[in-house]
């Protein structure tokens, strides 16, 4: 993969590719930012251009060492990623297994380690002393999207790359040229951090169908809460929607937020743009103060999903909160 098949991340690109063309590779990297920002994209590219016998700062995409990178099966390049819930120590060990053999070629050995944060403490002090003292020339490339949660002696120990969620008006013009649905594109566009992650999002049938709920319910509840509660209950709780309510509350968010676009006139911001004569009805039934204790309402229900609050009482409290 070459680093110009990623869409946006300038930054990381051009860190990496200056480090290419100095020859000066670090032995270990945090490439930090949003979950499908296009971290593991990246991480393949880079690694590629190391192994590229053609070019000096990017994958030419033709050499023999290209093309393992692109098949899957280059010796000297290991991904690993959690197991269940989290990255266990035997996963580290059998890294440096791997590790304790020189590369057949002058190649430094790269290891890519998806989601690092969700390391085990044990599994961090492993990696941690792998960092100091690989036994072979190696370049390490830990992504994450929560670096807070790592170890202070990992992160002081790798250079960052740093991430950032693409911007929504890009990944929809991409994404529309692909045949996806312009209502459907725009809202997961704000969902999600990157074109991979709102492509997967769109590729779920039931995406269409939890953004259906969310317009139904916020219609019911604003007028008739408890059409909504029923509403919810057999939308919601008699399907497999229920699996998606941390989604749910978020939409609700963006929802709460176009009644705001509509007040102060800035339609062209408007995220359910399909229904923008809806909204232009229903936004004026309410106060700006009133929105915006909405959106605080939402962001409150996911946080306690978060916390595994009954998820049935959290939509209740959402709904009742929006009808009173």
């Not at 880079?46 to 995409?61: P, Y």
């Not at 944060?117 to 100091?132: C, G, P």
């Not at 807070?148 to 008006?169: W, Y």
């Amino acid at each position: 993969m070459s680093f110009r098949e990623i869409l946006g991340q300038d930054t990381a690109k051009q860190m990496l590719q200056g480090g290419l063309r100095k020859n000066a590779i670090s032995h270990a990297y945090i490439f930090s930012g949003p979950s499908g920002s296009g971290q593991r994209q990246m991480a393949t590219a880079f690694a590629q251009s190391i192994f590229c016998t053609q070019n000096a700062d990017d994958a030419c995409g033709e050499c023999l060492e290209c093309r393992k990178v692109k098949h899957g099966n280059h010796p000297d390049l290991h991904y690993v990623e959690p197991e269940g819930a989290s990255l266990k120590i035997d996963q580290i060990r059998d890294l440096q297994k791997i590790f304790a053999y020189r590369s057949e070629k002058n190649n430094p050995k790269i290891y890519i380690i998806d989601q690092a944060d969700k390391m085990t403490v044990q599994a961090a002090n492993s990696m941690l002393k792998f960092l100091e003292e690989p036994p072979v020339p190696a370049v390490g490339i830990l992504i994450t999207s929560n670096k807070g949660a790592m170890l202070p002696t990992i992160l002081s120990r790798t250079q960052e790359i740093p991430f950032k969620a693409l911007n929504p008006e890009l990944v929809q013009e991409m994404l529309q040229k692909e045949g996806y649905a312009p209502a459907l594109v725009r809202t997961a566009s704000f969902l999600s951090a990157g074109l991979d992650s709102c492509k997967n999002l769109l590729d779920q049938n039931w995406f269409a169908e939890i953004r259906n709920v969310v317009l139904q319910l916020g219609k019911e509840s604003l007028s008739r809460g408890d059409i909504a509660l029923i509403s919810a209950q057999q939308k919601l709780f008699k399907t497999g929607l229920s699996e998606h309510l941390e989604l749910m509350f978020e939409l609700f968010h963006l929802w709460f937020k176009d009644m705001l676009y509509v007040i102060y006139g800035k339609q062209e911001n408007v995220i359910f743009i399909d229904q923008l004569n809806t909204l232009s009805t229903i936004a004026m039934t309410r106060t700006t103060e009133q929105w915006v204790s909405y959106m605080d309402l939402a962001a409150e229900c996911r946080k306690k999903l978060r916390y595994n609050v009954n998820g049935q009482l959290c939509v209740e409290q959402l709904l009742i909160g929006l009808a009173s």
